[in-house]
């Protein structure tokens, strides 16, 4: 079944004085934003900044450690942050950071926010948490953000490899998309022809601008972080990843787990 989805998507320059703007409107007054120490270099003292000059009760928790993943410690630690008053959690990094907040945010029944510092996955949209859990990447079911906010000029600024990353996710939808119709083809396996076509089209158009993604321009990185989102809601509207997610995110958790 089709999934609530994020209003609004907002990927410019002034993205974070929209996401003041959006929580004064939503009576979101009470925020915990969760980074680790590069996210919050790249945007999490900015978006702290932001919040507490609209006035807004801010607290923030960083994940420390050489590589952050989504496990139980990293959940613990941010349930730690909890201090009792109900929180709206804003996520202020990219794929493992938004995960993490996703998780906990769902559990503890807090609104989530998305403020992506890197156009580097397309689960900012999703309603799947992947973590891993006694060594084994599982994909938990939770909520996907009420909205996302992604400042442009952080996100053009994001390391290359992040970047590239995100542009080899779309990329591979190609082959998401093959293995989505064959499921269906083969196995009868439930099917959207339009999910298909919307996931295959931002695919294409990210391949096509692949120069300007490389040289990290601000309107093709609005387009890659589009596109991603676009993915996104794709999951969101079928209601599971099969559109977005096929062998190649097998091999993916794969290889995470060795």
Not at 65 to 87: F, H, K, N, S, W
Not at 176 to 188: E, M, N, P, Y
């Amino acid at each position: 079944m089709p999934y609530a989805k994020p209003n609004p998507v907002v990927v410019a320059p002034d993205a974070l004085a929209q996401l003041a703007a959006y929580c004064h409107e939503r009576s979101h007054t009470h925020l915990l934003i969760v980074a680790d120490a590069n996210t919050d270099r790249a945007l999490g003292r900015k978006l702290e900044a932001t919040l507490l000059a609209a006035g807004l009760d801010v607290r923030k928790v960083i994940l420390h450690g050489e590589e952050i993943i989504a496990d139980a410690a990293r959940v613990y630690q941010v349930m730690l942050a909890l201090d009792g008053t109900p929180r709206a959690l804003v996520a202020a990094g990219s794929g493992t950071i938004t995960d993490i907040t996703r998780f906990v945010s769902h559990r503890a029944r807090l609104h989530f926010l998305s403020a992506p510092s890197a156009p580097s996955v397309d689960g900012f949209a999703s309603v799947g948490a992947p973590m891993l859990i006694d060594g084994v990447k599982i994909s938990l079911p939770t909520h996907a953000p009420a909205a996302i906010f992604a400042d442009l000029d952080v996100n053009a600024a994001a390391p290359r490899a992040m970047i590239a990353a995100g542009f080899a996710d779309i990329l591979g939808k190609f082959t998401s998309v093959a293995d989505f119709r064959l499921g269906h083809l083969l196995r009868d396996e439930r099917y959207d022809e339009t999910i298909a076509q919307r996931t295959y089209d931002v695919a294409r158009v990210c391949q096509v601008n692949a120069e300007a993604i490389g040289q990290a321009t601000p309107a093709s990185i609005a387009l890659l972080m589009d596109a991603l989102v676009e993915s996104g809601l794709c999951i969101l509207d079928f209601g599971d990843s099969a559109s977005a997610s096929g062998a190649e995110h097998h091999l993916s958790h794969f290889w995470e787990m060795l």
